[in-house]
């Protein structure tokens, strides 16, 4: 088995507060021993609990990076017991691009797990928090929002597991991070993804969906930063109270919270994110782009909730996920 090329430029297992970078080897036309450059931020203070924390897993969603190199900067490690490891550009071609994807090699990082130690840059990436830092990690964060080509109402959410007691102990973490909603979400695409690289190595992990479109916003990476540090505590990790407001429970108990387009045209959103949404209710219409004259096409709920997710860019393809509906819980 090849052993994987990366080399922190920092120790990960010293206390103190560490900023260095994970350098990959990436040989290439403009630099022929050139490497890429990951920023990490490594914290720790004497023994305790580790938690790992990842941003811009997919490179063009921004809440993860702002919240993780803030706390980079400001975590000390005597606020701590055990350690903080920081990465807030997971797959960090992708991010400098600011694209879903590394240019390098078109690789999706939440498609790419458990990767291969002498595969491509990004499984590479992948290979190494699976094989060396998730084993080392009580706890595990990953940031995510829409992109930017979806955008969410602020969620953080757990997946429905087959051992309960892990279930409950992510659910735990979760409530700890007190987005604004709290979601049990059914994945459409798992396999290959680090959620369930790292559920499948038993550890707590959380995961969020906080907005969308390309960009962060203030209450959305206000989100992030109060979520993060909430987290820390609920660990054990950091001192302090967790910060509490109210949250909304969702479901998305099956695939009938998804409605797909089946044209390619103009999208006219009928509802907003939040919005109650009824069973059978126009969620959205593709208009033909290239015409006039013709009718829309109504795209309906298939179950009735709030409209948790939907489709940015104005223009739509076939295929395209246009709504995601959940089901609150009382
Ligand atoms: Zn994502």
Redesign the pocket.
Known sequence: MPTNPITPTIPLDADGEHHGFLRLPYSRDDSAWGSVMIPITVIKNGDGPTALLTGA??GD?YEGPIALVDLALTLKAPDITGRVIIIPALNYPAFQAGLRTSPIDRGNM?RSFPGKPDGTVTQKIADYLFSVLVPEADVVLDF??G?KTLDFIPFASAHVLDNKDQQAACLAAVEAFNAPYTVMLLEIDNVGMYDTAVEDQGKVFVTTELGGGGTATAASAGIAKKGVRNVLKHAGILKGDIEKSPSVILDMPDGDCFVFSEDSGLIETMKDLGDTVAKGEIVARVWPADRTGCHPTDYRANRSGILASRHFPGLVKAGDCIAVVAVVVE
């Open positions: 897993n997919h969603e939440n995510h929002s992109g």
